[in-house]
Each structure stands twice: as structure tokens, then as C-alpha cells.
């Protein structure tokens, strides 16, 4: 397995759907152990989204859900909420694992429009993964 080859490919499909949305975004892939394999952002894209994309790659990839979906168990008194204290961790939408063979072996995360732009963005690119 090419991690890279694979991060650039994913890289590539979310920069093709969010230009055909016209959202400049930012696009990040790091492993499951929260290491950086790829960083993009697209001329346009805000500043900050690039952070805001490491943090959702980053949850993706350790917590192995889509960060759209843990946004309930972050919540006060749910399971997950401590790791909102945890400097990395995101639950806003954008961020999903990736799966290789069956195993999670990366996240991605997207951001730059709102969330459900960036979520519409990644689920686009990540169609026939």
C-alpha cells in the first residue's frame, strides 16, 4: 500500500468536486497515528482551513468515524466529550477515515466553505474510493 499514492489521488478527486462547486477548500491526510502524509490548499481557500483541515483528518483517522458523525457523542455527559479538551480533536463535519482492504489506515479532512459544503465536497471525492 502507497499511503502518499493514495492521499494525493483523494487530494486530487476533493480538489475536482469542490472546484465543480466553486468552494476553494484545503485538504489534509494524515495516518492513524496523527502524522501528516499530505497538506493542500487551493488558491482561495481561507487561511485557517487548513488547520481546521489537520484537525478533522486527525479525528477521522484516530477516532475511525466521520467527524460529521460524532458530533452528538462530543456532547456534555456523552461518551466522547473529554476529547474535545484534547487540543486536536474536531467535530465539526469534513473529516472521514479512509479504509484500505478493510483497515483504517488514514484520515482526510476538508474545510473551507461551511459545513455541510465541506462535507457535500468530501463525500463527493470520496464516491468510488
Known sequence: MDLLAIAKNIADRVE???SRVNVPVSVSVVDTHGNIVLEHRMNGALAFSMELSQQKAYTSALVQV???DICQMVQP?????PLMSQGRFCAMGGGAPIDFEG???AGV???GGTVEQDVAI???ALLGV
Open 77 to 81: 455527559g456523552q461518551a466522547l466529550y
Open 109 to 111: 479532512g476538508v474545510s
Open 122 to 124: 468530501l463525500e463527493g
Open 16 to 18: 475536482a468536486e469542490s
Open 103 to 105: 483497515k483504517v489506515v
Open 66 to 68: 466521520r467527524t460529521a
